[in-house]
């Protein structure tokens, strides 16, 4: 069951930990991030950013708000 106060972020980190920008995913071009409101939508895009950016570290996390 989805809490409604529940968002998923994923992001990308290159083999020296840095972040790597998913700008080319997104129409925001500001955020290094993506964010989704939906855990099945999330799961979906991260398993073909993960693909997509093979060897690098793609992770998905859950953010609880308050």
């Known amino acids: 069951m989805n809490?409604?106060?529940?968002?998923?972020?994923?992001?990308?980190?290159?083999?020296?930990g840095n972040e790597i920008g998913l700008e080319s995913y997104t129409k925001h071009s500001n955020t290094p991030e993506i964010i989704f409101d939906c855990k099945n939508q999330a799961r979906l895009f991260?398993?073909?950013i993960k693909a997509d950016l093979f060897p690098h570290s793609?992770?998905?996390?859950?953010?609880?708000e308050t």
């Open 3 to 16: 809490n409604e106060n529940e968002k998923y972020m994923i992001v990308a980190v290159d083999q020296e």
């Open 46 to 48: 991260y398993d073909k």
């Open 58 to 64: 793609v992770k998905l996390l859950t953010i609880k």
